[in-house]
């Protein structure tokens, strides 16, 4: 059956399920916990740093993106999981994908971070 409000409500409903979800989030997922944390360490630091606008804005944008791979990370893991708890294959290899996809977010936000404070304090420096 779908969902047949509209308008305002729609978006007031939907807020409250994505509140939902994080607060799932937050509550199961020790990984999600550590990564928000990470997060708002980022975003924190971002302001500190002497940047310019577009850069804290990848510094935190690529901060972000972690949080959200790793929401749909949680979630992917959480239907595989729903599906049933024997070991398969396809199963390994879902969970597998979707931990790569995490890590290379990660590895992008290592990059970013590194190439924004690597040009702003150490080459512009030279």
Known sequence: MANQTTGLTRIIKATGYSLKGLRAA????????QEAIMVIIAIIVA???DVQWI????LISSMV????????????????????TELHELSAKAKDICSAAVFISICLAI????????????????
Do not use: M, P, Q, T
């Open 65 to 84: 993106l972690i949080a959200i791979v790793e929401l749909l990370n949680s979630a992917i893991e959480a239907v595989v999981d729903r599906i049933g």
């Open 55 to 58: 850069e804290r804005l990848l």
């Open 47 to 49: 302001f500190l740093l």
């Open 26 to 33: 937050w509550k199961s997922e020790a990984a999600f916990r």
């Open 111 to 126: 990059f970013i971070w590194s190439v924004v404070i690597g040009n702003h304090y150490f080459v512009s420096k030279l």
